[in-house]
């Protein structure tokens, strides 16, 4: 079970206002810079960039208002619009081989502009020895051949959806009003068409039997959220606040 970072005390409260024309002030005093893999990064300031992202593009009533955002565990956050509790589950999605590519980079080893390469749920776990060796050597590699990214990308999301609702079944896991899931988007799949790929997805999340535990599913990367419901998709150019 994940621990809150050392001086943020359980249930602390990440964002609070009471009217709609507060909300963007109070975000902007939350949000965070994520620092590099090297840089003492936490996932603790993973989950506040999502968040106050999320929050940023969300369309609004008057009856969501007073809004708070609490930071706790299983699930990460609670979120009370006026009232009404939302349970918020976080999770990155990233390959640990390129979690670990990212860190050796980010420490100065290999040339800031490179190849990407394709990433498959259940590959090897390399060694950072192995991998440096591959950054040094920065060769092209495989690369991605028609919806090949799309594909991973999919099987990738609905790998980390499964998780996520498994994780839900957990006798210590709060349930709330409602529950929404908000995944931070690191998958390699450069390019990728959403209009291949989402109905893709939906489509697998269905067979999860997503919706009967999660009400919303976000995906979130630097240019796009996602906020996938079961009867609906919407896309948002993201608000870097």
Avoid at 116 to 135: H, N, Q, T
Wanted: net charge negative.
């Amino acid at each position: 079970m994940a621990t809150l970072p050392p001086g943020v005390p359980a249930d602390s409260v990440i964002v609070s206002v009471a009217r709609v024309g507060d909300l963007a002030s109070a975000l902007r005093a939350a949000n965070v810079t994520v620092p590099g893999r090297a840089s003492r990064r936490t996932h603790y300031q993973v989950e506040i960039y999502s968040l106050i992202r999320v929050l940023a593009l969300r369309a609004y009533h008057l009856s969501d208002f007073p809004l708070k955002l609490i930071k706790r565990e299983r699930p990460d956050f609670m979120l009370s619009a006026n009232g009404v509790a939302i349970g918020v589950e976080h999770t990155e999605a990233v390959p640990q081989n390129v979690a670990k590519e990212a860190f050796l980079r980010d420490s100065g080893i290999g040339p800031e502009t490179h190849y990407l390469r394709p990433a498959a749920i259940g590959e090897r776990a390399k060694g950072s020895k192995e991998i440096r060796a591959e950054i040094e050597a920065d060769k092209m590699g495989e690369g991605w051949m028609g919806d090949s990214a799309e594909c991973s990308w999919v099987e990738a999301m609905t790998q980390f959806v499964s998780d996520k609702i498994q994780a839900a079944q957990s006798p210590d896991y709060t349930r709330f009003d409602r529950t929404w899931l908000v995944i931070y988007d690191n998958w390699p799949a450069p390019i990728l068409n959403h209009a291949k790929a989402v109905p893709l997805l939906t489509a697998e999340l269905l067979k999860l039997a997503t919706w009967s535990v999660f009400e919303r599913v976000f995906i979130l990367d630097e240019s796009v959220l996602l906020e996938i419901e079961q009867t609906a998709v919407r896309f948002h150019c993201v608000n870097h606040c």
